[in-house]
């Protein structure tokens, strides 16, 4: 094997490891662990340009869209934990003037 052969096997090794760490991160979104961003980072930094240019906005539109979906759930989950405190709010508020108007009888 010539040593541009060997860098060509590098360079593929990497592309195909960019491109699970994007889908693992696109997969998690705000839940992605840290050392998958920091590894997308780097390895982005190191092959560069070398990295087929079409594949990777492809990747990179994905994972931006997938993270923004998972953003906007989580951000609906949270909005509906809160809805659902303020409705046993107003339950328990309902409750306790429902047992004031009962004794008060």
């Keep these: 094997m010539t040593a541009r052969q060997h860098d ?10 960019l491109k699970q760490l ?4 696109a997969q998690h979104g705000y839940d992605a662990q840290p050392h998958v961003l920091e590894e997308i980072e780097e ?8 990295f087929e240019p079409s594949n990777n906005e492809t ?3 994905l994972f931006q869209q997938i993270y923004r979906l998972d953003g ?13 405190n303020s409705v046993t709010d107003v339950q328990q508020t309902l409750n306790a003037i429902l047992v004031q108007l009962v004794g008060s009888h």
């Design 22 to 25: 994007y889908i693992n991160a």
């Design 59 to 61: 990747y990179r539109l």
């Design 43 to 50: 390895i982005e930094k190191e092959i560069g340009p070398a």
């Design 72 to 84: 906007d759930i989580s951000d609906m989950r949270k909005e509906f934990t809160r809805l659902q």
């Design 8 to 17: 060509r096997r590098i360079l593929e090794a990497k592309q195909n490891r």
